[in-house]
């Protein structure tokens, strides 16, 4: 009929290379590198939206996108958890951190994405309400640094706390509410027989 419908991809290398690409869209590891750089590069305000709203096209396709390759897509899970979680604790600069945020928690919600739909989409609005709300935060008091984090308790405690608790949040920290999605995933994974998964992601967070 000379279209293309997206969520009945015909061949298994259209779904790979479509399912690629939209992955490095997303900025998942090992085509990451893309990602903090460019975060680092812009404003904070920018850097809020490559952080929550550019990310909803990009996964939007791949929850319509039918038979996803899932090796490949829990591999790239996997290895996002590892690399957005580890390679920010190393990191002075918040947007460099939230940067890797991101890459670590779009990790958890690829994993996901094959056995429940939902639950990815609850793990992606989390995710977005948590940044949102500490990048505005950020933004209203132009904090770069965990040095004018430092500074900023002498100018506002409470938005400092706030800041704190959601920087925890994001970390998966119970009781806060990033802990949720994180155990609901482990939660299915498990369910699923994908125990080794599981335990390499508890690790990583």
């Given amino acids: 009929t000379g279209t293309w419908d997206i969520t009945q991809l ?4 259209a779904t790979i290379t479509l399912t690629i690409a939209l992955t490095m869209k ?3 590891a090992p085509m990451h590198f893309w990602l903090p750089e ?3 590069g812009t404003t904070l305000s920018s850097a809020l939206i490559i952080a929550t709203w550019q990310k909803l096209p990009p996964m939007s396709l791949l929850l319509m996108t039918k038979h996803l390759p899932t090796p490949i897509l829990l591999t790239l899970a996997i290895t996002s958890t590892l690399i957005g979680g580890w390679s920010g604790l190393n990191q002075v600069h918040m947007r460099k951190i939230l940067a890797f945020s991101s890459i670590a928690h779009l990790g958890w919600t690829a994993a996901i994405l094959i056995l429940s739909q ?7 609005m989390i995710y977005i309400l948590m940044t949102t709300a500490l990048f505005l935060i ?6 770069k640094t965990f040095k004018d984090m430092s500074q900023l308790w002498t100018k506002s405690p409470a938005l ?3 800041c704190m608790f959601i920087l925890m949040a994001l970390g998966g920290l119970p009781p806060l509410i990033g802990f949720l999605p994180k155990w609901l ?4 994974l498990t369910n699923y027989h994908l125990t080794p998964l599981a335990t390499l992601m508890a690790i990583a967070s």
């Fill in 138 to 143: 950020l933004i209203s008091h132009t904090t």
């Fill in 185 to 188: 995933i482990l939660k299915e």
């Fill in 118 to 124: 939902k639950l990815a989409f609850l793990s992606l």
């Fill in 26 to 28: 997303l900025g998942l």
């Fill in 160 to 162: 400092s706390t706030s």
């Fill in 38 to 40: 460019v975060m680092q």
């Fill in 10 to 13: 015909s061949t298994k290398l």
